[in-house]
């Protein structure tokens, strides 16, 4: 059973549009849930986000997390070809880190 | 800046062989980590280490797979008698504090063929 959701699977838009990535959760002694940029290789940490409606700001870039209704967003304004990659989820407990599948965004300039 | 570093970065095995996949963490970082990606699929989280011991472990990480931190620096994961389903790209995480607080900085990845 999946325990991290993500959504949309892919995304194609146009360079200057703003995006939004959702992700979606389930799981026992939540911690924190991150947020993870993967080009070629490996994840390059974004956002950690532990506390609900506080955003987290990093230029164009922004991420907020409801606890409650258990997911969180991930926008980017103003899209640049540089932002084409997939966007990892993850969900933290304890020490185990549970992941989504991802989503491919790519920009098209 | 420090990073994670693993070698090597491509390591072609044959089915039954025994793998060592090496890892060096960010220096002043105590806890470690290893994560598989199948091609394709998403990342698995398989093992936390910390104080020369493993924290937590995924159902993934079985027997056929043990850590290691032999000096230091280095953070080893072993997969003994390979099987063509562990083929994968493996990463290393390091941190400086637990993992559930704190950034996870990985390595490029060791990508794992099994023929």
């Known amino acids: 059973e999946d325990k991290v959701v993500q959504s949309p699977l892919s995304l194609v838009v146009h360079e200057g549009d703003t995006v939004t990535l959702n992700c979606s959760y389930e799981v026992t002694n939540f911690r924190s849930l991150l947020w993870y940029k993967q080009e070629k290789k490996a994840p390059t940490f974004l956002f950690m986000l532990t506390s609900s409606g506080i955003e987290k700001k990093s230029g164009r870039l922004s991420s907020i997390l409801d606890k409650k209704e258990l997911f969180s967003i991930l926008n980017i304004t103003a899209t640049q070809t540089g932002d084409s990659a997939v966007y990892l989820c993850?969900?933290?407990?304890?020490?185990?880190?549970?992941f989504g599948t991802g989503t491919s965004l790519t920009v098209i300039p | 800046e420090p990073e994670v570093t693993q070698t090597p970065s491509h390591q072609v095995t044959q089915m039954g062989q025994e793998v060592i996949l090496r890892c060096v963490p960010i220096?002043?970082?105590?806890?470690f980590y290893w994560y598989r990606q199948i091609l394709g699929q998403k990342v698995e989280f398989l093992v936390s280490f910390y104080n020369n011991e493993i924290s937590e472990k995924s159902e993934i990480f079985d027997d056929q797979f043990s850590v290691e931190r032999p000096d230091g620096s280095n953070f080893t994961l072993k997969i003994r008698s390979t099987k063509l389903e562990d083929s994968a790209m493996y990463f290393c995480?390091?941190?400086?504090?637990?993992?559930?607080?704190?950034?996870?900085?990985f390595g490029p990845g060791t990508r794992l063929t099994v023929l």
């Open positions: 220096s002043n970082h105590l806890y």
């Open positions: 993850a969900v933290t407990t304890g020490n185990q880190f549970y």
């Open positions: 995480a390091s941190s400086a504090y637990r993992g559930s607080y704190n950034e996870q900085f």
